[in-house]
């Protein structure tokens, strides 16, 4: 990774100068309600820095490269959109349990969860707890799963902290690289190679709520051949007013050949595994029947990624891959039927059966190659075929399938040494359907060395998941009593359905303070032919009440974000914030009242120091304003929440030990999803979890 280590090189700021900021700080938080200290430390590194001589006076070399734009290593001042990245340091130094806790940081980001192990993260508005506007890959391979309405399943997912080098998280649409589901967000998650780093590193942690966590890598390299193994337990007894405790294991392995100087495989396989409780009391509001009763979740999930990479000259080179992904699931439980015929509870008990398997299998080609001085291109294509099996979901058929075919090509022209121009477009047609195009403009223009600003437009898809197109979902009575007896038909499918849309604008700058770097991005992103549930009633059924899909809403997203981050010498600072805001022309009285699904201002401050004697600090104070989600959640309350750590390093031999306690979510008690079932407590408090680690790494 490119070093970041920069200089500051403007003059320390007047009195005025620190007046006027701050009233800008003031006015972007509402009211004045932006805490003053906030300001100071921000400003900290620019006053500390302030008479410091330049030491690099050309930056070329001090932002970060990401891949996830254009497939093809772009500075982030070049990319055409905004990217956050969180390096493996980043993830080490703060110590986070899950993937989803890092994504708390990246502007814009927001995390729901209706259980202690269902996070949902989405960016900015529209958020249900099955996002299904994001893509989410690893080492390229999507794990966006075709179940439900298309979702993450995060806890699921079979990849290992120690096993990240880096995520980079892209702010806005990318269907121009990635296609349909790409539409508000790319989450790409990049591994490291089984020739980097210690040889093993083991770690064990304990804590509060009976967390109990271990994990292992261990890395071996023989000559050309690199092996890599990953392994991690962990779990938790969840909220603590919620049946949800857990226990989460993966297991990876990867292999990377060097067949020459030219040629590499990569071999990539994995599993996760995991049983995570679930359910509401028998009897309270949205629980009358047992239809959401107390049940275990068993998941077992597995992968196998095969890829050759041909390295044909500089700026050329060609790969081919083929992956394969299949989520099981076995989701089973009794109940009531009787109280539907008013027979009494407890009288009929019908078996419930949520189990499912889904497999996605793709071949994809990808070629980056530079044909003439000052252009890069790439390009590539896939074809996919993915798979669900579910009895409840597809009640007539039990299966349903679709089919994928796709092409994309993305341009990066330097016109002058001052203007960049990035072109890009998907074609990609699903199975029974027509031809879509995704495609992409950004203009770059660098102001100075330091100082870059962007502007581009682009469009998007969401293809309707198979649920929304073709999901049928009955309940028939199957004892003595109820045998054959429609009692209920929950999900029925539209398969008229057409892709929603989002047509976004964005206006993008990107500068360099010295040690700071400064990532501002408006944005205007529209969409149309939005997917909602609504009621439909079918009376030939004992309850006749159920949920179907209709389209046509549009909603418009406007707003600003930014990212703040200062790294220098043993300390790093991050302040990130968002203001979004959503109208649309649909009566909330409909049921989607999307103006209030995003919280007018969420921001996050990130603070990690390296002390003497190997100590070394971290910590991230969190604020979100109210929101209602969809999904059925009432209105969350505002908070503000705090995560620390502090660890403490100590060599033996060829081995680094870190000792570390870290504490989550400290501050006023909230709740981040609210199902307010009729208790007096919050049903889905979110508690403050401590944790004491142990790890190791050998050399």
Avoid at 91 to 108: C, D, M, N, S
Avoid at 121 to 129: D, I, K, N, V
Avoid at 284 to 291: A, E, F, I
Avoid at 311 to 320: G, K, R, Y
Wanted: aromatic residues 10%.
């Amino acid at each position: 990774m490119i070093s970041q280590s920069l200089t500051w090189t403007a003059s320390k700021p007047s009195h005025a100068r620190r007046s006027t900021a701050l009233a800008v700080l003031r006015a972007a938080f509402g009211g004045g309600r932006f805490p003053r200290w906030l300001f100071c430390v921000l400003a900290m590194p620019c006053a500390a820095l302030a008479d410091d001589e330049p030491e690099h006076p050309f930056l070329d070399d001090n932002l970060p490269v990401v891949l996830s734009m254009t497939r093809m290593p772009q500075r982030i001042d070049d990319a055409p959109g905004a990217v956050t990245l969180i390096t493996r340091e980043d993830i080490e130094r703060l110590g986070y349990r899950r993937l989803p806790q890092l994504l708390r940081t990246v502007p814009g980001m927001n995390v729901m969860s209706d259980t202690g192990h269902s996070p949902a993260p989405f960016y900015h508005g529209l958020g249900t707890l099955n996002p299904n506007r994001m893509q989410v890959l690893i080492d390229g391979r999507s794990v966006y799963s075709p179940y439900l309405f298309g979702y993450v399943d995060w806890d699921a997912l079979p990849v290992t902290m120690d096993e990240i080098e880096r995520i980079e998280v892209v702010r806005g649409s990318n269907a121009a690289t990635y296609g349909s589901n790409a539409v508000a967000g790319v989450v790409n998650i990049v591994t490291r190679t089984s020739h980097d780093g210690p040889s093993v590193i083991a770690e064990a942690g304990t804590g509060s709520d009976d967390v109990r966590d271990a994990s292992v890598r261990l890395r071996r390299s023989f000559g050309a051949l690199g092996l890599a193994i990953n392994a991690r337990t962990m779990g938790d007894e969840g909220f603590e007013s919620r049946s949800d405790d857990a226990r989460l294991n993966a297991f990876t392995v990867r292999a990377d050949v060097a067949l020459n100087g030219a040629d590499e495989i990569n071999v990539m396989a994995g599993a996760a595994t995991g049983r995570r409780a679930l359910g509401f009391p028998f009897g309270v509001p949205g629980n009358q029947l047992n239809q959401n009763g107390f049940r275990d979740i068993v998941t077992d999930n597995n992968f196998v990624h095969l890829r050759f990479r041909r390295f044909l000259a500089t700026d050329n080179e060609l790969s081919v891959s083929y992956y394969r992904n299949e989520d099981k699931g076995t989701e089973e439980y009794v109940g009531d039927g009787g109280l539907l015929l008013s027979v009494g509870p407890g009288i009929v008990l019908e078996p419930l059966d949520y189990n499912r398997r889904a497999v996605r299998q793709v071949v994809e080609v990808q070629h980056q190659f530079s044909p003439v001085r000052d252009l890069r291109i790439a390009w590539g294509g896939e074809v996919r075929h993915e798979a669900l099996e579910s009895h409840r979901m597809f009640y007539l058929t039990g299966r349903e399938s679709q089919g994928l075919v796709r092409a994309s090509a993305n341009a990066e022209w330097r016109a002058s040494p001052d203007w960049i121009f990035n072109f890009g477009d998907m074609i990609e047609r699903f199975q029974n359907g027509s031809l879509q195009h995704s495609p992409r403009l950004f203009a770059t223009w660098h102001v100075t060395s330091e100082h870059s600003l962007k502007a581009g437009a682009s469009r998007a898809y969401r293809q309707p998941s198979l649920v929304e197109e073709r999901g049928d979902s009955r309940f028939i009575g199957s004892s003595p009593l109820l045998r054959g007896v429609p009692l209920n038909r929950t999900f029925v499918g539209n398969p008229d359905l057409d892709p929603e849309r989002l047509d976004s604008f964005e206006f993008g700058y990107v500068g360099q303070f010295g040690p700071m770097t400064v990532d501002v991005r408006l944005f205007r992103e529209r969409f149309s032919r939005l997917v909602r549930e609504t009621r439909y009633t079918d009376n030939s059924y004992v309850s006749p009440n159920g949920i179907t899909f209709a389209q046509g809403d549009t909603a418009l997203v406007r707003g600003v974000e930014y990212q703040l981050r200062y790294r220098g010498d043993g300390r790093e600072l991050w302040f990130s914030h968002a203001l979004p805001r959503i109208t649309s022309d649909v009566d909330c009285a409909s049921g989607a009242c999307y103006r209030d699904t995003v919280p007018s201002s969420t921001w996050s401050l990130t603070w990690m120091e390296e002390l003497p004697r190997d100590w070394s600090v971290s910590a991230t104070l969190f604020s979100v304003n109210s929101a209602t989600w969809l999904s059925g959640s009432k209105e969350i309350d505002a908070y503000q929440t705090l995560d620390a750590r502090i660890a403490k390093k100590f060599r033996s031999g060829n081995a680094l030990w870190e000792v570390a306690l870290a504490v989550t979510d400290i501050g006023a008690a909230h709740e981040t999803f609210n199902d307010d079932q009729g208790t007096k407590a919050p049903f889905n408090e979110v508690p403050r979890q401590t944790r004491l680690t142990l790890r190791t790494s050998w050399f």
